[in-house]
Nanobody, 126 residues
């Protein structure tokens, strides 16, 4: 019954910025790899960014240089800072946690993640 909660989505014009947040009520949050995924209508859910317990980060090629993933272990919170937004960034964005702790390399594969939020919508208008 673990439920992650995303917030911060909305509508923005091309080139704008948004910051997404994810509340993760996990007892050993700092030991989890965390990820952001997105899904547009008619497409599969894809990995956007992930961060390990060590702070190591990974990004999809499509968002490198524009998005930044970070975490605050004292607040059990995950963030995704999005800059220079493009219409192709329009999607439902999901926060997720990998239940296998202490991974050395965070995954961007959705099947590795078991705990999910309900999503927050990001719409980029041109």
């Amino acid at each position: 019954q673990v439920q992650l909660v995303e917030s911060g989505g909305g509508s923005v014009q091309v080139g704008g910025s948004l910051r997404l947040s994810c509340a993760a009520p996990l007892y050993t949050y700092r030991r989890y790899s965390m990820g952001w995924f997105r899904q547009a209508p008619g497409k599969e859910r894809e990995g956007v960014a992930s961060i390990g317990s060590s702070g190591l980060t990974r990004y999809a090629d499509s968002v490198k240089g524009r998005f930044t993933i970070s975490r605050d272990n004292d607040k059990n919170t995950l963030y995704l800072n999005m800059n220079s937004l493009k219409p192709e960034d329009t999607a439902m964005y999901y926060c997720a946690a990998d239940p296998i702790l202490d991974r050395l390399w965070p995954s961007l594969t959705r099947n590795e993640y078991n705990y999910w939020g309900q999503g927050t919508q990001v719409t980029v208008s041109s």
